[in-house]
């Protein structure tokens, strides 16, 4: 069975950082990409970051390049989105999803059930 | 960064009635462009891909098409059930970053 699962989320101060993990089990992990994506309180799908299978190609949204670094550990079958500097625009639902490692980001399948971050002093 | 704009936002419905949501863009994005459903408290889950494919055990009273310039996207549920009660995003897999639609909620 395809299983995404995150942890990591909490309640964190103006300005703090925060790990979040992804767990993945059912496929093997290295043979895949992936995104984070979030969703602020009440608000639409946001992506914010990529990894590519490889771990070479990162990319991020502009709203937090420099702030939030992607990386991924295949002996642990784990992808992790560090996040810095955190201001309260980053209050959101975190969600890790798998895509195929392609020229174009194509779909997102599986996701995982989500880790939510409030900043707040 | 590829804009997608759904409609409607939200619309309500009766059981057994047809729905239809619609996602526009200005790009010809071709068969890159997916379906989402997003249960209240959950994360989305992959209803169609690549335009019209179905995803594995999703109903088949959902289906997906796209108008003949690839700039005009639907979702339709032929026949609505208290279970499709949520909100669907549309995204685009052409080209980097991926982008959603902004969501229609659908109430019954």
């Known amino acids: 069975q395809l299983q995404l699962v995150q942890s990591g989320g909490g309640v964190v101060q103006p300005g703090t950082s925060l790990r979040l993990s992804c767990t993945a089990s059912?496929?093997?992990?290295?043979?895949?990409?992936f995104h984070w994506v979030r969703q602020a309180p009440g608000e639409g799908l946001e992506w914010v970051a990529f990894?590519?299978?490889?771990?070479?190609?990162?990319y991020f949204a502009d709203s937090v390049r420099g702030r939030f670094t992607i990386s991924r550990d295949d002996s642990k079958n784990t992808l992790f989105l560090e996040m810095s500097s955190l201001t309260g625009d980053d209050t959101a639902v975190y969600y890790c999803a798998r895509v195929e490692d392609t020229p174009r980001p194509n779909w997102f399948d599986p996701w995982g059930q989500g880790s939510l971050v409030i900043v707040s002093s | 960064d590829v804009q997608l704009t759904q409609s409607p936002s939200s619309l309500s419905a009766a059981v057994g009635d047809r729905v239809t949501i619609t996602c526009r863009t200005s790009l010809n994005l071709g068969e890159y462009l997916n379906w989402y459903q997003q249960k209240p408290g959950k994360a989305p889950n992959l209803i169609v891909y690549a335009v019209s494919t179905l995803h594995s055990g999703v109903p088949s009273r959902f289906s997906g098409s796209a108008s003949g310039s690839g700039t005009e996207f639907t979702l339709t549920i032929s026949s609505l059930q208290r279970e499709d009660m949520a909100t669907y995003y549309c995204?685009?897999?052409?080209?980097?970053?991926?982008?959603f639609g902004g969501g229609t909620k659908v109430e019954i």
């Open positions: 990894i590519s299978s490889t771990g070479i190609n990162k």
């Open positions: 995204q685009q897999g052409y080209s980097s970053p991926p982008t």
């Open positions: 059912g496929f093997t992990f290295s043979a895949y990409a």
